[in-house]
């Protein structure tokens, strides 16, 4: 349930706020639904990563690879693949920690 949240919310969040946004829903969700840290924790990291790598495939597919490739090439990475699994690894542990801190914070007053 705490993933659907997430990753529910987070996609509403970031057609109108900054992506780091996603780390305030992920704070406040797990801070109001996580029974355990690593519940707290995969929920995150899952929905954001899985969010992140829709945005992602979906602008790959959109222009034929060619925004991925040149953005790939200015970062020297070489490859869109491996930029994609960066973008999915950041965002999911933005998502991960944010809502494991959420969940300690409420363990802290609790």
Do not use: E
């Not at 639904?33 to 829709?54: D, H, R």
């Amino acid at each position: 349930m705490l993933f659907l949240l997430i990753f529910l919310l987070s996609l509403l969040v970031q057609f109108f706020l900054p992506w780091w946004s996603i780390a305030l829903v992920c704070f406040g969700l797990a801070f109001w639904k996580a029974q355990y840290g690593g519940q707290a924790f995969l929920s995150g990291f899952l929905a954001i990563g899985l969010t992140w790598l829709g945005a992602a495939l979906f602008w790959h597919l959109v222009t034929d690879g060619l925004l991925s490739n040149r953005v790939a090439a200015m970062l020297t990475v070489n490859s869109p693949w491996i930029l994609m699994a960066a973008t999915v690894l950041i965002g999911g542990i933005v998502g991960g920690v944010s809502a494991l801190s959420g969940y300690l914070i409420r363990r802290l007053w609790v």
